[in-house]
């Protein structure tokens, strides 16, 4: 595996566990990486403090950019709960979250654009804005509306992967602690609530593998500074510190 001078890659970045692994895939391959979070008016803030707090450990630089969506699902609305994986569903998210970043992508020159799409479980979450045989005619329309000679490249590593398999994965790039900083949480509390399917899912994934989730970890570094990350006025806007 080699790193070149000119390869940069710009992982789409939730703050959840598929994408902070595939942020530290990512380091293992390209000269330099980078992160963009969407702040799409998700109840649970908490992710993008997340994401902004991981980026800094691994020393990448971070970007959190602002995207409208035009309805309201339980993950946005106040007055709706998230129950389930359905309930959760943001339809056309994670299309969306591909174009913005293939914008960032053409214009700055990324080689790649990496997500942590996949982790799918017989009966579980799977999204369809996540499936690898759906995204990737997707990518290919966005070859041809945005970038016709297709320098830039859509990397999905864990498509076919399991959370398990997830989990197994961030134990062989020696970033299992890291993930004490993601978040996965349906109801977006920290501790997690243990119960929900998102919750459930992970706990599984850490199970199969047979290692702690170190976000449960009663003594991590992240139960020292309390719910939330990021301090008050600190922003985790556009303007995010270059820190790597
Ligand atoms: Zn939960």
Redesign the pocket.
């Known amino acids: 595996m080699t790193k070149t001078d000119h390869e940069k890659a710009l992982v789409v970045f939730s703050g959840g566990l598929d994408s902070a692994v595939a942020l530290f895939w990512a380091k293992k391959r390209y000269k330099t990486v980078e992160t963009i979070s969407f702040d799409y008016g998700q109840k649970h803030a908490l992710e993008l403090e997340c994401a902004a707090v991981l980026a800094e450990k691994a020393e990448v630089s971070h970007r959190t950019v602002k995207s409208a969506i035009s309805v309201e699902t339980g993950l946005t609305a106040r007055n709706q709960q998230v129950t389930d994986a359905r309930s959760a569903f943001v339809p056309g998210r994670n299309l969306l979250f591909l174009v913005l970043s293939a914008q960032v992508a053409y214009v700055e020159g990324f080689k790649a654009v990496v997500t942590g799409f996949g982790a799918i479980e017989p009966g579980a979450l799977g999204y369809p804005d996540t499936r690898p045989e759906r995204v990737g005619p997707f990518c290919s329309a966005l070859d041809l509306g945005i970038n016709e000679e297709a320098t830039v490249e859509y990397r999905h590593p864990f498509a076919s992967y399991t959370k398990a398999q997830v989990v197994r994965e961030a134990a062989a790039l020696d970033c299992l602690d890291e993930l004490q900083w993601t978040h ?4 977006g ?1 920290y501790p ?5 399917p ?2 459930k899912l992970r706990a599984d994934g850490f199970y199969w593998v047979g290692r702690q989730d170190p976000l449960l970890d009663p003594n991590n570094e992240r139960s020292k500074k309390g719910p939330f990350l990021l301090k008050k006025g600190q922003k985790r806007g556009p303007t995010s510190k270059k820190s790597g």
Do not use: D
């Open positions: 996965t949480c349906f109801k509390q997690p609530c243990g119960t929900c998102a919750c």
